[in-house]
Each structure stands twice: as C-alpha cells, then as structure tokens.
C-alpha cells in the first residue's frame, strides 16, 4: 500500500447535488494521458495516446474515438454466444459517434499525427448512464497531456420530466418517459453539439435546454482546468510541424482561381455538372508545370483550390444570397413522392427532394420479430427500429462493402428517434423501417424521415402525426462579421460550411435534432434563427408530403399480417398454453396464426398475428373459451348442457357452466324446467353464491309483470274519473 502512486483528483458538484470526481495518476500511467471519471457507482476510464509524428502523406488528422461497455462492471456476463465482449453494439457506437463530433474539431486545424481514445464503462450501477460522462472523460484524458487540443469541452444528458430540466440521469428515470431527451457538447464559451428526441417541443424549449447544459458543462470544464494545472506534463504543449506551405504557390492559385470559381458557383448546376467544372479549372492550372514540377507541387496546389473553392462559394453567398444550385438562402429543393411504389411491401415510400432520394419500406411483425437489446444498461425488446443503408452508387462512386458503417448507423438512429414518438404505444405490431438511400446530396436522413412518415401511414400503422425533416445550414464570414443561415443545405454546402443541423417535427412542435457546428462561438441569436428558419422549412415539406398521402390507411395491406392483442388472468396462462405446449401448437395449426403470451404482473398478454382475420377470430374464441371470465352483469347465450328438476346447467363457454335456478327462469312460478339438452338460452351473470358458483337468471331480461291491486286499493278518485 505504501507504494501507491498520489492520485490528483477534482470534485464537480452539479446541479441536482451529485458529485463527478476526475482522477488522473493512478491507471494506465504508460498513455499520454489517462483519467477516471466517477459518479456514484458508474466509472469510466478513458486514455489518449497521440503520435509524435504524422505519416507521411497525411493530410488531416487521424482520429480514433473508442467506446466500449464491460458487463463485468454491472455483474453480468454477456449473453452471446461466446460469452465474452465482441463488436461494438449499436450504442457503443453511437456513443463513439457523440464524443468524436465534439473532440474532432477541437484540434487545430494543421495537426495530422494520430490519435487513439479509448474509454471503457468499468462500473455501473444504474445511477448515471455511462454514456453522459464519456465525453468528459475524453476530453479530461487530452487536457492532462502535452497533446495540442482547444479544449476542454464536455457533455451532458438534459431531460425534462414534468416541466423540470435535470442531467444525467438514471436509465430508469428517463425510461420512465420524458419531453425531452438530448446530449448537449460544448467548450466554455461555444455549443458544439446536439442530438435528441423530443415530445413535439417548442423552439424555445429547446433553446432553454441548450443553455441549462452548458452552465453544466462549465462547471465540468472549470474542474478540468483545476486538474490539468497540477499535472506538470500538461503545462507545456508539445511542438509540431505537420504541413509546409508554398506563400507564392497559394497567391499564384488564389489569383488564378477565385473568380473563375466564383463565376461557378454562381451558375446554377447538378452536382457531378458542378463537380466537373471545379476540377477543370484545377486541370488548366496544372498544365503549366512540368512533371518534376508537378511532383513537387501538385498535392499542395489542390489544398489551395479546395480553400479558394470554399471561400468562393461562401462569399457568394453570403453577398449575393445566391446557392450553388441557384436557390436563395430559405428555398428548398423540388420534391416529389410516392407510395405503395413496392407491391409486395407492408408498405412503401419514394421520397425525392432534389438530387436526395430514400425508398423505404416498413415490414409488420410479431413479439417475436422485437430487435433484443442486450446491453450493460439495459435488456428490453425493441419494438419499432430503423435501419438505414448508404450504398455507394448513391453518390456515383464505386468503393468496396465493408459492412455497416457508423454513419449509417448514426443516421438510422436518429430518423428512428424522429418517427417513434409518433408510434402510438397501443400500436399492436413490431415495426421495422429500412431506408435504402438511392440518391444523395444532402441530408438523406432528413429524406429518411419523411420516406419513414409516408411508408408507415400507407402500410396502415396508425401514427399520431406525420413528422418531416429538414438540414440546416450556416455560413459566417469572421472579417466581416456576416453571416446567414441556410434551409436545405447541398452536400457541398455541408463540407463547405459551418454547421451541420438536422430538425424532425410535426405541425406541432419538434421530435428529433442533430447538430454539428464547425465554428467556435456560435451565439443563441444563430441557434434561435436556425430553429425558427427550419419550422418553416419542414412545415413545407411536410405540406408537399401531405399531397401524396394526407392520413395512415385505415388498415394494413391485404397480405400483410393482422395482429390482435388481448388480456387474460395470469392463472389461465398455462391452461391456454397446454401442457408441454400442445394446446397453443395446435390452436396456431389449426388457425393459421401465430400466438405469443407475455406474463406481466397478474395480467397475461396475448398476440395474435395472422394473414387472415376470420381465422384470428377463431383463435380469440378458442382462448376466450380456455380463460373465459364472466362479467358481473353482462349477457351472455349459453347451451343447456344438463337438466334437474330445480333448473338447467347452462355452458356459457367451454368448460364453464352455471347453474339456472328454476325460480330465475321465469317471474311465474315454473312446476318444471322448460328446457332440454342443447336448447340456447339467453342468461344474465349475476354473481357468485357462498360456494363461489355462478348464478345466472333469465327473468331479468324479461318485462316484470304489474302487480294485481288489493280490493280497495288503487281506485280512482272521483276528481280523477272526472
């Protein structure tokens, strides 16, 4: 013990009252850079190692963010086949996505060495969600290095339950259902990031949120300061030099190339048109060398038409208010739509806007079909999910498959996060949405979206809203201090601009967002306009939708599965399901359906999904029969199954009978039952008697006679016969 290194360690109080503690000194002392971050039993370790020189050839900056979850940290072993940690989940890699979207501008522009961080969720306990301190401790892990970074920068989680804003939070308390779910990343004085899903919030809400985290995330930014002062390593930056520049070459290109980019530009064209016409002028240029000269200044020439081509087409913008495909600053692009364009689908969309296009389709399951979640937090069933998948013909190229990327695992998160809160919970079916992108210059997640919207409402899935999307774009000129926001933005106008955010909504309010921002200062004045910009914006793109389908098929498609759910008491759950499964094997042979049972509490719930609706009626009548429970003064036909001489053993379903007394057969006295074996009588459920049996009556349910007047009882008066 005595041998034990001096941990230097920093304490954040938030909000609600819950302590971080940052650690650094103690694990993993061989990285450049290691910490440990804490709160109440959940632990995150996280570690940076950087280079010391770039590659040669490298031009921009080799980044890696890892994140990865350890069951053993929450007692569990993992429940695949190997029993062991594999590939990322799907929320591991969503939470890569978060922490690099923030870090990865943060670097400065001209450094090119790679960098590896790595963070591993080492304990949970369920107070916290991991997921909200990793990017704190990515960012804690660089500031206690010499690696250059213009951080720290941190993330939270803001919720809002009940009209209360609070971060972080517990799994089961957002689980629990809230307005507004979103990350928020941010340095000290600038938002750099945010995703979520909402409940059709307000702009202003959002805004409100925004700024609730980042007085958080200040205080988290303070405390990695304060650590960052006592590790002497991290005091001095370390030198590096990761590109040489040519002042003459670049007068010479910038001289050469900005009006003719600019002229460009400002000639409305397709994208491989305008693709083209930049690369010729690169082409013309370059004539002028010779090949050894080539071979010293070619690659440095091309990083200088791409900074004249940017500058170019954004100072078109912003004083002409004229876009590369000829729009102003708020117009979006023609669009066209259509469903039911794959006959054999559930249902299907085509959603075109300009040079984007999605085909989505929407397949209707079972329970059984639900997307299992197994995670450190959580093991649930999924039962809406979306895929989403970005072939490379969509872009004219040609490259190899490797698999799901995690852009596209990015992008179908977050169309998923738009369309579900629109999914009423009493919708029967699991629901999987897969977006094939044929097409794409800009924003296809937004296409995603709205595609989603169509393809659900014609397979019949009762939405509550329609929801569209829209990409927001921003320009800002530092110089002169313009700068404007674009709707709908081009590819182009993504790679060339400041600010990447995407907007999901109803008629109502908003559903989804994700935003990147490539700039360090963006003011809530930018932010408010954005937001406010892109209602408009998806309020006329939904308007366009609404043209092709304006409300959800009243029913599914005829070859598509129907689905019934219905109740029954728990006891009846084995009698249904038979022993060793036979009655409910045979009950779906017989059927032609499928039928699930899920216990919950006292209450047994039941699926039943087939082709044909007469048969799942069927299928409904033969477990109503099986867990029949008569309703205290309900009617039911039942069949005289046995006669006595005091009344008749009605069968009200199979297997349960009651006992008709003779004296609740008729309001006249009845010497004999007038029933035999098989007749149909209509009886009402009167209760139980003290032996816990039915009683059933049928006088009820006829006229009760008038009473015979005594003599002298009754008489009019004279004033009455009068």
């Known amino acids: 013990m005595s041998n034990k290194p001096q941990a230097i360690r920093e304490t954040i109080v938030m909000n609600d009252g819950k302590e971080i503690t940052i650690e650094t000194g ?77 870090m990865r501008p943060l670097f400065p522009d001209d450094f090119h060495a790679e960098v590896q961080v790595m963070i591993s969720e080492i304990s949970y306990d369920g107070g916290v969600m991991p997921d909200s301190l990793a990017g704190l401790a990515a960012s804690a892990a660089v500031a206690v290095t010499d690696i250059p970074f213009n951080g720290p920068f941190s993330e939270v989680r803001v919720i809002k339950k009940d009209g209360v804003l609070s971060v972080n939070p517990s799994w089961e308390t957002l689980n629990s259902g809230v307005e507004l779910d979103i990350m928020v990343g941010a340095t000290k004085d600038s938002i750099v990031m945010v995703e979520g899903e909402m409940d059709e919030v307000t702009e202003r809400e959002m805004i409100e949120a925004i700024q609730f985290a980042h007085e958080e995330i200040r205080k ?48 409305p064209s397709a994208k491989h048109e305008r693709s083209e016409a930049f690369d010729a002028v690169v082409a013309e240029f370059l004539t002028r060398y010779t090949e050894e000269e080539l071979a010293e200044k070619e690659a440095l020439a091309k990083v200088y038409f791409h900074e004249v081509q940017k500058e170019a087409v954004r100072q078109l913008i ?51 079909d639900a997307n299992r979640i197994d995670s450190v937090i959580s093991q649930h069933d999924e039962r809406f999910f979306l895929h989403y998948n970005f072939p490379p013909f969509s872009t004219g190229e040609a490259r190899p498959l490797r698999g799901t990327s995690r852009r596209e ?24 949405v897969v977006s094939d992108i044929l097409e794409s210059n800009g924003s296809s997640s937004m296409a995603t979206v709205c595609a989603g919207t169509l393809a659900l409402m014609d397979a019949g899935v009762q939405m509550r809203k329609p929801v569209s999307g829209i990409a927001m774009g ?22 060339l601009g400041d600010m990447d955010f995407k907007v999901t909504g109803t008629d109502k309010g908003i559903t989804a967002c994700q935003m990147d921002i490539k700039i360090q200062g963006l003011s809530m004045d930018i932010l408010e306009k954005a937001l406010m910009q892109a209602k408009e914006g998806r309020l006329h793109i939904l308007g366009e939708m609404l043209k092709t389908l304006d ?33 409910i094997q045979q009950m779906q042979k017989d059927t032609d359906t499928v039928i699930t049972i899920e216990e919950k509490g006292e209450i047994g719930y039941i699926e039943i999904s087939g082709r044909d609706r007469d048969k799942i009626n069927q299928a409904i009548t033969k477990i109503n029969e099986i867990a029949f429970v008569p309703v205290l003064g309900e009617v039911y036909k ?4 046995k006669v006595m ?78």
């Open 551 to 583: 409300k959800p098929n009243a029913d599914v498609k005829p070859h598509a599965p129907k689905m019934v759910m219905m109740e029954i008491p728990k006891e009846f759950i084995g009698a249904v399901i038979g022993p060793q499964g036979k009655i």
């Open 645 to 722: 001489d005091f009344g008749a053993f009605i069968e009200l379903s199979k297997g349960t009978d009651g006992l008709l007394h003779i004296s609740e057969i008729d309001w006249k006295r009845l010497d004999k039952v007038p029933y035999s074996e098989g007749d149909i009588v209509e009886v009402k459920f009167m209760g139980y008697d003290n032996r816990k049996k039915m009683r059933l009556s049928r006088k009820v349910l006829l006229p009760k006679p008038e009473r015979k007047a005594k003599e002298g009882e009754g008489r009019p008066s004279p004033e009455q016969e009068n």
């Open 220 to 267: 988290q930014i303070e405390a990695q300061e304060r650590l960052a002062s006592k590790v002497e390593k991290a005091a001095v930056k370390r030198t590096y030099c990761h590109e040489t520049h040519d002042e003459d070459l670049k007068k010479e290109v910038w001289d050469y190339a900005f009006q003719k980019y600019y002229d460009i530009a400002k000639t």
């Open 318 to 368: 912003l004083n002409e208010n004229i876009r590369l495909d000829g729009r102003n600053n708020t117009q979006i692009r023609p669009i066209w739509c259509e469903v039911d364009y794959l006959p054999a689908a559930h249902g299907s969309a085509v959603f075109t806007r300009g040079e984007t296009q999605s085909l989505t389709t929407v397949t209707l399951g079972s329970l059984m």
């Open 26 to 102: 103690l694990l993993a002392k061989q990285a450049d850079g290691s910490v440990v971050v804490k709160c109440g039993g959940t632990m995150l370790l996280a570690t940076v190692v950087a280079a010391k020189e770039a590659n040669p050839g490298v031009d921009f900056l080799p980044l890696t963010v890892d994140y990865r979850e350890k069951f053993a940290g929450a007692g569990r072993i993992p429940g695949n086949f190997f029993r062991r940690e594999t590939k990322p989940s799907d929320e591991e890699v969503l939470t890569m996505r978060l922490v690099d979207r923030v």
């Open 638 to 641: 039942g069949k005289v199954v």
């Open 474 to 495: 921003l320009i800002t000129d530092k110089a002169s201090g313009k700068w404007t926001v674009l709707s709908d933005i081009l590819g182009d106008e993504d790679h």
């Open 409 to 432: 695992i990015g992008h179908g998160n977050l169309a998923q996060r738009a369309l579900k809160v629109m999914i009423p919970q009493e919708n029967p079916y699991t629901i999987r």
